[in-house]
């Protein structure tokens, strides 16, 4: 059982910068591949970024190519997204999520957190 909870949404100008966090328990969160998705008003939730359970490999949506990283602290349990020059696009409920197998566009993990929100005003 892995439960994981984001921090780090809010409210930030077109072109500023946030950082999302996703604590991980109950589970062995170096094992697993984690990855980030936004769920917008009226959309799917979609996937934004990937990152094996190494940290040597990762994987991002065209759309934020560039603008975000994502990174992890194994030692810290803690998944990180950090997004600079954010478009009102980017206006969305963020997702962690986590899984055994390879988390990218097409496939997703078995764990999720609740969301955090990410609002651009512009």
């Known amino acids: 059982q892995v439960q994981l909870v984001e921090s780090g949404g809010g409210l930030v100008q077109v072109g500023g910068s946030l950082r999302l966090s996703c604590a991980a328990s109950g589970g062995t969160f170096s094992g697993y591949n984690m990855g980030w998705f936004r769920q917008a008003p009226g959309k799917g939730r979609e996937f934004v970024a990937g990152?094996?359970?190494?940290?040597?490999?990762?994987y991002y949506v065209d759309s934020v190519k560039g603008r975000f990283t994502i990174s992890r602290d194994n030692a810290k349990n803690t998944l990180y997204l950090q997004m600079n020059s954010l478009k009102p696009e980017d206006t969305a409920v963020y997702y962690c999520?986590?899984?055994?197998?390879?988390?990218?566009?097409?496939?997703?993990?078995?764990?999720w957190g609740q969301g955090t929100q990410v609002t651009v005003s512009a």
């Open positions: 990152i094996t359970w190494s940290g040597r490999t990762t």
């Open positions: 999520n986590a899984g055994t197998g390879t988390i990218n566009r097409d496939l997703q993990g078995r764990y």
